[in-house]
């Protein structure tokens, strides 16, 4: 799997990755959600009827599970430069350029196992920040690939491009990111920029066909 080796600039990273901000937000739900929760629980308690008791221990069960995934697991993911070190190095372009950010595709492969064929998808995401690129269409984004799935799916079925340009403001960092990707994957997503909406829009991120590729990426 390919990644970059460079020191996280973490005062850059707080203020600009967007993924710490989304991390936040998620932590403010769970807790809202966690309160209300053990306030059911600690109601139904003061009913004292066997019913009651056990649906009370239904409700804390879940605020022990929603503490976890909404408040234990995302702080796991702020270890920025454990992030950044263990997800792969992907390419991604600016297809679109809005008033408020732009949008970037991915190609990322989405096979769980590399010991097998790979599978490429176009992975689009929006964003607001980009320091270190130019707001055009076309420009090179080195990202790294988070992603996320259901134990025993084939294809990871989250994937989130989160660029290198929020954990480095170094300019020659940003280059060499970029040069790290094989050019033949920066030329397949440039033959499929055109295809951003599509990837919006869709249930899930459009796999590229095997004709559709190079050799080099079958």
């Known amino acids: 799997m ?14 600009v990755n967007e993924m710490l901000a989304d991390l936040r ?4 739900s769970a807790l809202i959600m966690i309160a209300l929760l ?11 009827e066997p019913w009651a008791m056990i649906l009370a221990g239904a409700l804390l069960v879940a ?7 909404g408040i234990y697991a995302p702080r796991r993911a702020t270890d920025l430069q454990k992030l950044y070190s263990e997800y792969e190095l992907v390419p991604s ?8 950010g732009v949008t970037l595709l991915a190609l990322v492969n989405v096979a769980r196992d590399r010991s097998g064929p790979p599978v490429w998808a176009l992975v689009p995401r929006r964003v607001q920040n980009l320091p270190g690129h130019e707001r055009r269409e076309g420009e090179r984004v080195a990202c790294v690939a988070v992603t996320s799935g259901a134990p025993g799916s084939k294809v990871w079925q989250q994937v989130r491009p989160v660029p290198i340009a929020w954990a480095a403001r170094d300019v020659d960092v940003l280059a060499r990111a970029v040069r790290a990707i094989p050019h033949v994957e920066w030329e ?4 499929n920029m055109v295809r951003t909406e599509e990837a919006e829009k869709s249930r899930s991120y459009p796999i ?3 004709k559709e590729l190079p050799p080099e990426l079958r």
Request: without cysteine.
């Open 25 to 28: 937000r998620v932590q403010f």
């Open 2 to 15: 390919r990644t970059l080796d460079f020191l996280v600039d973490v005062p850059h990273a707080r203020r």
């Open 188 to 191: 397949v997503l440039r033959k």
């Open 93 to 100: 372009v600016v297809t679109a350029v809005r008033p408020r």
């Open 63 to 69: 605020a022990v599970g929603m503490g976890y995934a």
């Open 208 to 210: 590229l066909k095997e």
């Open 38 to 48: 053990i306030g059911g629980a600690v109601g139904l308690f003061f009913v004292g």
